[in-house]
């Protein structure tokens, strides 16, 4: 009776942390990222994926685990409030953005969504 009670606990624990670590993988996050120009080829090249690329690297696959709802101003910063409350809007989990005049956008936006300034 003692080794059975044994092996079912460890059983249980064993079983415990892949099912809450499955669990956690079933959750899509979605970053929000603040462009300030247009997503022209070279701006895509340059900026947009290096940042997809060390996503993947550390394991964010888009369409898997991780979604990116990208907002481009197109180079008119009258356009950060409006695309800073729509990435509000639509509750992404971060928002990623660039100069200090998009970050005070995002700020009057929200005070509870983290902010990560490339």
Do not use: C, H
């Not at 290096?50 to 369409?63: N, V």
Request: aromatic share 8%.
């Amino acid at each position: 009776m003692k080794r059975r009670t044994i092996f079912g606990f460890a059983a249980a624990v064993l079983a415990g942390p892949g099912r809450l670590f499955a669990q956690r993988l079933g959750r899509v996050y979605r970053i929000g990222y603040l462009g300030t120009q247009a997503p022209t080829p070279e701006v895509r090249d340059l900026v947009f994926e290096p940042f997809r690329q060390g996503l993947r690297e550390k394991g964010w696959i888009e369409g898997k685990n991780v979604v990116i709802d990208a907002r481009w101003a197109e180079g008119r910063p009258e356009r950060y409030p409006e695309l800073a409350a729509e990435l509000v809007r639509i509750k992404v989990d971060v928002i990623v953005a660039g100069p200090p005049d998009v970050l005070v956008a995002i700020r009057k936006e929200s005070q509870t969504i983290p902010i990560v300034a490339a």
